[in-house]
């Protein structure tokens, strides 16, 4: 199970870093994605970087969040700036086979526990 940490309460304009590490070793094919999910709207995905090191964004928070690899190969860092308060939400992280998206597949993926980041004046 991944393991994430970095949320919390910021105001709005602010920053917060969020970091997923996987367990274990993984394939080098396996993509590593952060997704969001409230309660009566659908999981969405936010941003992911491929065992390709290729990324992806959403259209709502590209050219505000920033996805990296971490200090090992199974860990990524997702830095989010000008944080809006529609960007509250559980981040999840997830590891695993993904596609043309370089996401992973949700149904095929490993999920951490979430980590909420509350964007709030």
């Known amino acids: 199970q991944p393991v994430e940490s970095g949320g919390g309460l910021v105001q709005p304009g602010g920053s917060l870093q969020l970091s997923c590490a996987a367990s274990?070793?993984?394939?080098?094919?396996?993509?590593i994605g952060w997704f969001r999910h409230v309660p009566g709207k659908e999981r969405e995905g936010v941003s992911c970087?491929?065992?390709?090191?290729?990324?992806y964004y959403a259209p709502s928070v590209k050219d505000r969040f920033t996805i990296t690899r971490g200090p090992t190969k199974n860990s990524v860092n997702l830095q989010m700036d000008s944080l809006k308060p529609e960007d509250t939400s559980i981040y999840y992280c997830?590891?695993?086979?993904?596609?043309?998206?370089?996401?992973?597949?949700?149904?095929?993926?490993?999920w951490g526990q979430g980590t909420p980041v509350i964007v709030s004046a």
């Open positions: 997830a590891v695993g086979m993904g596609g043309a998206t370089n996401c992973p597949y949700p149904s095929l993926a490993d």
């Open positions: 274990g070793t993984i394939p080098d094919y396996y993509d």
């Open positions: 970087l491929g065992g390709n090191n290729r990324t």
